[in-house]
């Protein structure tokens, strides 16, 4: 099959060829090559975000107690899954979701019933994914921290993939000449993605390459390291683990399987690639959502072309945590003030209008400069109340916290950016959408003691159901303890 490739994607193909001097880092995106924050809804603002119409907002709002609140779309989250489970494969696919992306058992239990296994990222994720009713066999395990009980684990049912020679090294030490099997998750010296505009080669969400510490770097497989480490401890090798954050283009997804599909050549053993996940979405008006059709076909050849040449028909694997769910979620806010700083002169200064949340919800903004949409609502609940006039405004979080900031330029989490949204009047309802994936579960939680704020799903016809409580002062300090008295 032909390909076009972008320049983007040559850079990375370029770096994926097969001599190991290839391996360069790949420089991240910069702020140019993203949309530009105050273009977002700059001409007429939907009526009503991805999913919540004011009417539906307020339902969620009813059930949740207040705002702020996240919710999801069950019709979403549906359709992300018929998606994933069609990913073009040669010889049988396993999706696994990343539940590090909204680990909330509500979800998981919702992909568990669709045939979808589980991704994990520490110990505690194995043994949340199992509360929940996940089978052992059906959890996969690639962790920065081999948790202390992973050979109870791995008895369970896990599969664990080593992603340091450390933990190569620990596990060969606990299940030494018992074949056991063992996935290896390798860093084949490239990476993508991010939002971060950084010009210095490093961007905090690339996960392959020289600049991240994820994974066995590929020379450490190539010098003979890791088959001996292997050997040594009579393991078997069943699987191989990339997972590079690749994007959207079909040309870096057929190098990125070659390149993954050339190490399980080394051992006769491995029955079972795992592509990682990193299929980008687009959360705004113009960004381009992964097309994982068009992605999987090169990707499913590259097997083809495997079992031609090595009579092994592999099985593949992909675990997408923000295809999965970015869209199906959006946090649900107040606006409860709004300030100005504008001059007289009226050149200089920003309206601000402030969220009941913030960065202790939804931290992408603040950590990347990642952009949201941001749709408001009226107070009312009533379509029939959507207003027509625009206005110029910086969007912040409740935090006592100069970084909280949910509008910034693109890329730039320091930097103000205005966006042009509809006019707001304080209590009226903020949506940002695109935020199902690593916002419920990664925040600045409890900073300034806000509570966890609740979780509510939206089912096929509409009705709301809460799927966690709103946190309660108390639990977010229950477990201090008091020292004794007279200490101070
Ligand atoms: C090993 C692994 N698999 C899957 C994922 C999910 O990635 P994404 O949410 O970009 O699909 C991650 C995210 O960092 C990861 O580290």
């Known amino acids: 099959m032909k390909m076009r490739a972008s320049p983007a994607a040559l850079a990375i193909l370029m770096a994926l060829s097969s001599t190991v001097d290839a391996f360069a880092p790949i420089k991240p995106r910069t702020s140019s090559s993203i949309i530009s924050a105050t273009s977002l809804h700059a001409e007429s603002p939907p009526a009503a975000s991805n999913f919540l119409t004011p009417e539906l907002a307020q339902s969620c709002i009813d059930v949740a107690s207040g705002t702020p609140l996240y919710a999801y779309s069950l019709a979403t989250l549906a359709k ?50 199992m509360d929940m009713g996940v089978p052992a066999e059906k959890i996969s395990l690639s962790s920065q921290e081999l948790p202390h009980d992973f050979d109870e684990l791995v008895k369970l049912g896990v599969k664990i993939n080593a992603c340091s020679i450390s933990q190569l090294e620990r596990f060969g030490q606990a299940f030494a000449n018992t074949s056991q099997k063992v996935g290896i998750r390798i860093n084949p010296g490239v990476g993508s993605g991010g939002f971060s505009s950084s010009a210095t080669g490093f961007s905090k969400t690339n996960v392959g390459g020289p600049a991240s510490s994820f994974g066995i770097w590929h020379e450490l497989v190539s010098d003979g390291t890791v088959p001996s480490i292997v050997e040594k401890y009579g393991l078997e090798v069943e699987r191989i683990h990339t997972h590079i954050g690749s994007g959207s283009d079909p040309a870096i997804w057929q190098s990125v399987a070659k390149t993954s599909l050339s190490f399980c050549a080394l051992w006769d053993s491995v029955t079972t690639l795992n592509l990682g996940g990193g299929y980008k979405v687009g959360r705004n008006a113009g960004e381009k959502t992964t097309d994982l059709k068009e992605i999987g076909a090169p990707v499913a050849d590259a097997f083809r072309d495997f079992a031609k040449e090595h009579g092994r028909e592999l099985k593949m694997e992909i675990e997408p945590g923000t295809y999965l769910v970015a869209n199906a979620g959006a946090l649900v806010t107040t606006i409860q003030d709004k300030v ?24 992408r903004p603040s950590l990347y400069g990642a952009i949201h949409p941001i749709t408001i609502l009226p107070a009312s609940g009533k379509s029939s109340d959507v207003g027509t006039s625009m206005e110029s405004v910086v969007v912040v979080g409740h935090c006592c916290e100069s970084g909280d900031l949910m509008t910034p330029k693109p890329g730039e989490p320091e930097a103000l950016a205005e966006r042009t949204l509809r006019t707001a009047q304080i209590g009226d309802i903020a949506v940002m959408d695109g935020s199902g994936a690593y916002c419920a579960g ?28 709103r946190q309660s002062l108390k639990q977010i300090y229950e477990n201090e303890c008091d020292v004794e008295a007279g200490l101070f």
């Not at 979800?107 to 045939?115: A, P």
């Not at 994990?120 to 194995?126: D, H, L, R, Y």
């Not at 990664?442 to 966690?468: C, Q, W």
């Open 80 to 129: 992300s899954a018929d998606d994933c489970l069609a990913f073009p494969n040669a010889y049988g696919l396993t999706v696994r979701y990343a539940m590090k992306a909204c680990p909330n058992g509500t979800i998981l239990k919702y992909f568990l019933s669709r045939g979808i296994c589980i991704d994990a990222s520490s110990g505690f994720e194995v043994r949340r994914a």
């Open 340 to 363: 100005s700083t504008k001059s007289s002169s009226g050149d200089a200064g920003h309206i601000f209008l402030k969220m009941d949340a913030g960065m202790t919800d939804v931290l």
């Open 442 to 469: 990664m925040s600045t939680k409890n900073y300034n003691s806000f509570p966890e704020a609740p979780e509510v799903l939206v089912d096929l016809g509409g009705n709301v159901h809460l799927i966690r409580k």
